[in-house]
């Protein structure tokens, strides 16, 4: 009996000995097993967390914060306290996430989830993001957070996820450009529709539809040649010159197509309107084929359910959105209407004019007085009184006459004369094509004709040519 009883209670010591021992816990943070009052609370306000109890959470980081100071947990908690609000979700607390999230970044810039804050801050505005045809608010400043990432956190492993969303925000801005663009045209506010698809050509080359508002450039221009035209206030001369301009700057928007977008739609359409014009067609380089061809591949076609629950979603479609290419950094000065008709002005000038005053030289005549109401009229046949005796001086000069009066039979030295062609509304004539006539040119140019003939490739022969061609209106 007594045997029995001394194992048993070698037992019980033992176990009540466990049982009076701390039990300890890993410290994901310092990996350290401690139980300190900070970390206790810490695990509270975690557990709360999972439970979606975010007040809870909040209550209890915030007494860590305050009565820990010192606390190796007050970087994770001050982090917990955003990603309390970002998880709760509501405008409200968007907000205030954004403002926790600013708050951690500025105590702890250095810290690795310093980049994670700024990508939360992005992704707050990403996701309030509407329709390119609705408020752009928090599109702007989700390229804005987006950008301040890439610059600030180069290293950061995040950098490709921020990249691709900044290419899918560029997109839905871009988008917007093109309709406000596109209303202008078809309202024929040309100088409008040109500085709204300048600005979106210049800002995001990336854009799904680049080369359509490439074209619509091109037509925006030459439909200012068409009302130019059809002014009859305007002389000849100035016609000419204000439609060799716009003839010019239609040609580059065409131009631009085949050699940045040689692999998309309006490559031929613009390939035409150049023959038109009577301009250069320029021949695309391989690698810029190569890197067209790589933008469209990675782009996604909407489906056509998606397509139609599209018209009654908040948020944009961003599936044409490029996944490849870097994103512009920064964005270009924007184009007005009025830089528009001023830029046409100066090109028409030849480069600008300004304004000159002509000094005359000689003796100014003395005053007259007002004539009066009361002076009796000259009768008929009367000879006009005699001038009056000027004083005494060097005689004035005679061909520094008084402005105005011109003599028919001499001609006005200051008269501007125009440097135009014979026909004011002939365009003017085709440059020489690139090819080389035989027997016409040097064993050298051949040369350098042959050599280059490897880099460029004809878009014609990698497209079907498109049936028709809409001018003016092709939407």
């Known amino acids: 009996m007594r045997r029995n009883l001394i194992p048993g209670f070698l037992v019980f010591v033992l176990a009540f000995a466990l049982g009076c021992t701390n039990k300890k816990v890993n410290n994901p943070l310092a990996n350290v097993g401690s139980k300190q009052p900070d970390k206790v609370l810490f695990d509270r306000s975690m557990d709360a967390m999972k439970h979606n109890k975010f007040d809870v959470a909040r209550m209890t980081l915030q007494t860590l914060i305050n009565t820990y100071p010192d606390s190796e947990y007050i970087a994770r908690a001050k982090l917990a306290v955003a990603d309390s609000w970002y998880a709760e979700g509501g405008s409200t607390a968007m907000q205030q996430a954004e403002i926790e999230y600013k708050d951690f970044r500025t105590f702890f810039p250095n810290m690795p989830e310093a980049a994670e804050a700024q990508l939360k801050v992005a992704n707050i505005h990403y996701q309030e993001m509407e329709k390119p045809d609705r408020d752009y608010t928090h599109a702007m400043r989700a390229e804005e957070e987006y950008r301040a990432l890439i610059q600030e956190y180069p290293d950061s492993k995040l950098v490709p996820q921020a990249k691709q969303r900044l290419r899918e925000v560029q997109e839905v801005l871009a988008q917007r450009e093109f309709n406000i663009g596109r209303f202008y045209y078809l309202r024929q506010s040309y100088p409008a529709a040109i500085a709204r698809l300048r600005t979106l050509v210049d800002r995001y080359p990336l854009y799904s539809g680049a080369d359509q508002a490439l074209y619509l450039l091109g037509q925006s221009y030459e439909g200012e040649i068409e009302m130019v035209r059809a002014n009859p206030r305007a002389s000849e001369v100035d016609k000419a010159k204000l439609i060799a301009e716009f003839t010019r700057n239609a040609a580059e928007a065409y131009s631009r197509i085949i050699t940045r977008y040689p692999a998309m739609d309006r490559a031929l359409d613009a390939k035409a309107r150049l023959e038109a014009l009577h301009q250069t067609v320029p021949r695309p380089t391989r690698a810029a084929l190569e890197l067209n061809k790589k933008e469209m591949a990675s782009r996604q076609e909407t489906g056509f359910v998606s397509s139609m629950m599209g018209n009654f979603a908040k948020h944009p479609d961003v599936a044409r959105a490029s996944r490849v290419g870097e994103p512009p950094m920064v964005d270009k000065e924007p184009v007005t209407a009025t830089d528009v008709v001023k830029q046409a002005m100066i090109g028409a000038a030849g480069g600008g004019s300004k304004l000159t005053a002509e000094t005359v030289n000689g003796a100014v005549p003395p005053s007259q007085e007002a004539p009066r109401s009361d002076t009796p009229a000259p009768e008929a046949g009367t000879a006009p009184p005699p001038p009056q005796e000027q004083p005494a001086g060097p005689a004035p000069d005679q061909s520094n006459a008084a402005v105005g009066e011109l003599k028919p ?67």
Request: aromatic share 2%; net charge positive; glycine share 2%.
């Open 409 to 475: 039979d001499v001609a006005d030295p200051n008269e501007l004369k125009p440097n135009v062609p014979a026909d004011p509304n002939a365009l003017p004539p085709p440059p020489q094509t690139n090819e080389i006539a035989a027997g016409s040119s040097s064993s050298a140019s051949v040369a350098s004709s042959s050599s280059s003939k490897d880099d460029l490739v004809d878009i014609s022969s990698s497209k079907k040519k498109k049936k028709g061609l809409r001018k003016l209106n092709p939407f």
